[in-house]
């Protein structure tokens, strides 16, 4: 069973912007060796429903149905490194010694590091992660949604979470860099705590 160094779930705008930095980081000496996943389930995102007229570099009137499909498109053209598991949906993970065992509806997988990127609904229901569950801390009581308990990211020990699941509210910029933010802390902690960050450019 290959072990992954970071393994995402959800395939969704945090869950994407998180695994492109990641991959845009490849060429880092302390990247390069890197193994990284994404459990890419999308059917519960909130994007399946929106038409985005708001979102930075997002041409008018894009729906994200479409920017879904597209999104996993272009991080696989553009990062092929980086391993998209489609069509699976994280069932639990388990604490085991220095690795976690995650266990999707379809296979088993291991990996160093977690990020959670699913959606704030209530019906997330992954097993070792319900006790970190609380209530949305920005949304409306009305809504039901949750989050998990985080600070500034960090669930605990090797494991993130992204997005609205974070307790950031639902929009698709805040989330994108949500995702981002948690890519940029790993890539810290693989540089030995030292600052660093990924940035492509035309520049040689």
Not at 90 to 113: A, P
Not at 131 to 157: C, F, G
Request: charged residues 15%; proline residues 1%; contains cysteine.
């Amino acid at each position: 069973m290959m072990i992954y160094d970071v393994l995402i779930f959800g395939g969704g705008v945090s869950g994407v912007s998180c695994a492109l930095i990641l991959g845009s980081a490849q060429k880092k000496e302390f990247v390069a060796d890197k193994k990284i996943g994404i459990i890419a389930h999308q059917k519960g995102s909130m994007l399946q429903d929106a038409l985005f007229n708001n979102a930075y570099g997002i041409t008018p009137g894009t729906l994200g149905s479409e920017l879904l499909e597209t999104s996993l498109e272009n991080l696989a053209s553009t990062y092929p490194q980086i391993n998209q598991i489609l069509n699976e949906k994280v069932v639990s993970i388990e604490k085991q010694k220095d690795l976690f065992l995650v266990t999707t509806n379809k296979n088993n997988y291991q990996t160093k590091i977690i990020v959670v990127a699913t959606n704030s609904s209530n019906a997330f229901n992954i097993e070792g992660l319900m006790e970190y569950v609380i209530p949305h801390q920005k949304s409306i009581a009305s809504k039901n949604r949750i989050q998990l308990m985080n600070i500034d990211h960090k669930v605990t020990d090797n494991i993130y979470v992204a997005g609205t699941l974070a307790g950031w509210r639902s929009q698709l910029s805040i989330a994108a860099g949500s995702g981002a933010a948690v890519a940029t802390d790993i890539l810290v902690e693989w540089n030995n705590g030292n600052e660093t960050h990924a940035h492509d450019s035309i520049k040689k």
